[in-house]
């Protein structure tokens, strides 16, 4: 099967995201949930300078979602914050959250010298370090980081 990533534009993709909110929602997380209330909130809607929102499609279905916001500088550093990183079950180990990373990482290296996220899942874990993040055990409040090669 083939897959297509796109950036996403605007509120047209947050209402074609029902099925992975219920498969969010069935495993227990609330990425897309929050992805959806914030963006109708207006309190994230991954349209700052730098900013974006990628989905994955399969056919005509939405089967993976990821974005980046910026964060403050920090000691001259231009940060991202990876964000709102969701798979489809049934799509996972198919190279889609592989595609949607390349896509994400690719784009943010004219923007960002960083980018961190966090998580709490093993699986991850091995997902981001295999895609060149580097662990960091000592901040509460990110995971992983990794610089970007311009």
């Known amino acids: 099967m083939e897959y297509h990533i796109r950036k996403a534009q605007g509120s047209v993709i947050i209402h ?3 099925e992975l909110l219920v ?3 069935l495993e227990g997380f609330r990425f897309v949930q929050r992805l959806v209330d914030e963006f109708a909130e207006g309190r994230n ?8 929102l990628y989905v994955c499609y399969a056919d005509s279905r939405i089967v ?18 990876v964000r709102r990183f ?3 079950p049934a799509y ?12 994400l990482l690719a784009d943010a290296a004219g923007t960002f010298d960083e980018l961190q996220l966090r998580t709490d899942s093993i ?10 993040f580097a662990r960091v055990c000592d901040r509460e409040e990110i995971t992983h980081f990794i610089r970007i090669v311009k």
């Open 64 to 81: 993976g979602i990821c974005g980046v916001n910026r964060m403050p500088a920090n000691d001259g550093i231009r940060v991202g914050r």
């Open 23 to 25: 498969q969010s929602k």
């Open 92 to 103: 996972r180990r198919l190279g889609v959250g592989r595609k949607l990373m390349q896509a």
């Open 16 to 18: 074609q995201l029902d």
């Open 86 to 88: 969701y798979v489809s």
């Open 123 to 132: 699986a991850a874990d091995r997902f981001y370090r295999s895609l060149g």
């Open 45 to 52: 809607r991954f349209d700052q300078p730098g900013e974006s």
